[in-house]
C-alpha cells in the first residue's frame, strides 16, 4: 500500500514537472520560429542590398518593377524616385499608341515588327509564342503593350489624356477569343491571367471566369506527366499569376477559398515543384499563400528553404538556370525571393490621392482620373 501511495506521488508529480515545462517549451518553440524569420530576413537583405546600391543602373522597366514591389510592401519612400521612372515610362508608351499607333494598318504594323523579334530564337518558349501569335499579332500590341500600361495609370488613379481613344481600341478587340484559345493558354498563360483582370479592372470585357475555365481544360491535373518542364512552368505561371492579378500585385489579400483549386494542387504538388521550377515560380507559389494570409502553411516554410538555399552568397543574388549573374535579367527573380522570404504586408500604393508628392510633376500625356 505504502509503495502504492508512492508510485502515485511520484507520478503527479512527474507529470507536474511536464506540465510546467510546456510554458517554456512553447516559448522556445516561439524563439526559434522568430529566430527562424531573422534568418530569411538576413537572406532577403543580401538580395536587397545588390539590388538597392545598382538600382538606378537598371533599365527603366526593371528598375520600376523592383521599386513598385518594394514599395507595396514597407511604404518606405526612398522608392519614389525610381516609381517616378516607372510613370515616366507607362506615360511613354501610351503617348506613342495615343499619336502613333491606333489605326488598323499602324497596329498591324506595330505587331509584325514586334513578331519578327521571335523569328531567330530557338527556345521553346519563344517558338511556340511565334507559332501560335502570328495567327493574332495584334494581341503583342494590346495585350503585351497597350492593356498593362493602361493598367498601370489606373493603379496609380491616372489616366492617359486620349483615354477614350485607347479604350476605342481595346473594344475593336474581343478578348474571349485570345484568353480561352487553348494554343494561347499553352504560349501565354501568365501574361493571359494578368490582361483579363486588367480588363475587368479597367471596367472593360470581364473575362476571368472564361479564361480559369479554359486554363483548367488545357492542364488538366491527371495529364501533368505528359507535359514538358517548360510547359509545366507555364501551368504553374498561369495559376500563380491568377493570384497576384486577383491581389492587383501585392495591393490586396485573396480569398483561399476563390481560388480554391489552386492551393489545393500547390499543397498537393509542392514537392515535384521544387524539384522541376524555376526559383521565380517557387517564390511565387509561397508568396500567393502569403497574400491569402497562410503564413504558417507548411508550402511556404518549403518555399522558403529552397530560395534561401539557391542564394549565391559571393554575388548577392539567385542566379539563373544557367549559372548568369545579370542584374537586370535577374531583377524578377530576386525581387520574388525578397517579398518571400521577407514578407511585410499588402498596400495599396501608390496613388496621386495618398502619396501625392510621389506625382508632384505628372510626365506629358497623364492625367488624375
Known sequence: MLLRKKYIALSIGASLFLLSTLPNWSEATQVQAQQQEKSYQYFADIIRKTYESQLYTLPAFEEGHYALRMYRQTSNDKYHAAIWSDLARVASRLNRYAEEVHTPEQIYMNS?????????????????????????????????????????????????????????????????????????????????????????????????????????????????????NQQYGNKLYGMTHIIFADSQYYQHAVSETEHQWIFDYFRSNIDTILLKAKEDIIAEVGISFLLAGLNNDPVVEKTRLHIKEAINRDQGMIPSTSG??????????NVLAIMLLDWQQVNSIPTIEKQPKVFASLPYGLVSK
Open 112 to 228: 509584325q515588327s514586334r513578331l519578327a523579334d521571335y523569328l531567330d530564337k530557338t527556345d521553346e518558349r519563344s517558338k511556340l509564342r511565334y507559332t501560335v501569335t502570328k495567327h493574332n499579332p495584334e494581341y503583342l500590341y494590346l495585350g503585351i503593350g497597350l492593356l498593362g500600361s493602361m493598367a498601370r495609370a489606373d493603379e496609380y488613379g491616372l489616366k492617359h489624356k486620349q483615354d477614350a481613344k485607347l479604350r476605342e481600341i481595346i473594344r475593336r478587340y474581343d478578348f474571349s477569343h485570345y484568353v480561352t484559345n487553348e494554343g494561347m493558354i499553352k504560349a501565354w498563360a501568365a501574361q493571359l491571367a494578368n490582361q483579363v483582370y486588367w480588363l475587368k479592372q479597367l471596367g472593360e470585357q470581364d473575362v476571368v471566369q472564361p479564361f480559369i475555365e479554359a486554363f483548367r481544360n488545357t492542364y488538366p491535373d491527371n495529364l501533368d506527366e505528359n507535359l514538358t
Open 324 to 333: 548568369d549573374f545579370d542584374l537586370s535579367h535577374g531583377e524578377h527573380r
